[in-house]
């Protein structure tokens, strides 16, 4: 009997070992199987794609590019205050001051001139997006034959509009679609508050470029259209050509229009970092003017306007400068 009752009870320490084995066995497969999950995850995740549609054609790129060159500083603007990384710029040209800090030939390598990229050294980077405008729209097939290429100018004519679809293309490729939605909240904000204070004016401006002595014009829906367009300012003229770098005029012409306000952006200091503008434009016709005799001739950030618009900050900037310039 001792046998039997021994004999019984071996048998059911093996029942109990062996059903404790196959749970155990069930867990790991399910840890097994959530492990597997996760690195498919993170897989999909590392080859999710995006496509882009923009101006000069629809290009595909994955998400979270590395090793990033940018040509347009409006978009290494915006890269910036997103906090997105990037591997090279161009640095041959005059970076904004407040941009000063990717000239580091150390940190950041040196992809070329604005319109002059260097293929070789782009090509050695291996960049898995390339970002231009129109200064380097001529080079966009040989740039995407390296990498994805994506145009991110904005349009004169829909500023506000491009930029933000800039900005939000921008926040999607990079993992900060939350980030770039509440940048683009607080600009809207204070354009808002700009169009509340120029439509409670009947003051009119005018827009100039001032370059090598010589004075061009821009109105609305041209480069620098948007001071009337998107920010509510009323021009003085409704007869100015729309022409890509402004229509040229004569102090004459200033002195006839006799604005209210007068935009300066100096090319020459953007460019070579010497302010003539003021210079130019000290004489007796642009003296005589409505702006002149009220202290009105508003010389805005040349780099800004020029080199870099169309990124969070320069046009957080320009409606700051704007908001100061007609108080």
């Known amino acids: 009997m001792k046998n039997k009752l021994m004999l019984m009870f071996i048998i059911s320490l093996l029942t109990l070992a062996l059903a404790a084995c196959g749970s155990s066995n069930e867990e790991g497969s399910s840890e097994d199987k959530s492990n597997a999950s996760d690195s498919e995850k993170t897989q999909e995740e590392a080859t999710e794609e995006i496509t882009v549609k923009h101006e000069l054609g629809e290009t595909t790129v994955k998400k979270n590019p590395e090793n990033v060159v940018v040509f347009d500083y409006g978009a290494l603007d915006t890269l910036d205050q997103l906090g997105v990384d990037v591997a090279g710029v161009a640095q041959s040209s005059n970076i904004p001051d407040?941009?000063?800090?990717?000239?580091?030939?150390?940190?950041?390598?040196?992809?070329?001139?604005?319109?002059?990229?260097?293929?070789?050294?782009i090509h050695s980077m291996e960049p898995e997006i390339i970002l231009i405008s129109g200064r380097q729209g001529s080079h966009y097939e040989k740039l995407s034959e390296i990498a994805p290429t994506i145009y991110v100018g904005v349009d004169s004519e829909n500023y506000i509009e491009s930029f933000k679809k800039n900005v939000t293309v921008l926040g999607e490729i990079f993992g900060k679609e939350k980030e770039a939605k509440q940048e683009l909240e607080t600009i809207q904000t204070s354009i808002d508050e700009?169009?509340?204070?120029?439509?409670?004016?009947?003051?009119?401006?005018?827009?100039?470029?001032?370059t090598g002595g010589k004075v061009t014009a821009y109105g609305p829906g041209s480069r620098f259209g948007m001071i009337h367009d998107e920010f509510g300012v009323k021009a003085a003229r409704d007869d100015i050509e729309k022409a890509g770098h402004g229509m040229s005029i004569s102090f004459e012409f200033i002195s006839e229009t006799d604005p209210d306000y007068l935009f300066v952006i100096d090319r020459d200091a953007a460019i070579d970092g010497e302010t003539v503008a003021s210079e130019v434009l000290n004489n007796d016709l642009v003296n005589g003017t409505k702006a002149a005799k009220n202290d009105n001739i508003v010389y805005l950030d040349p780099a800004v306007w020029y080199l870099s618009g169309g990124g969070l900050q320069s046009v957080s900037m320009m409606v700051e400068e704007l908001q100061q310039g007609i108080q």
């Open 194 to 210: 700009l169009n509340k204070t120029t439509s409670e004016s009947d003051e009119k401006g005018l827009v100039i470029l001032s």
């Open 98 to 121: 407040y941009l000063s800090e990717y000239k580091d030939e150390e940190k950041y390598e040196n992809a070329g001139g604005l319109k002059e990229p260097d293929f070789e050294k």
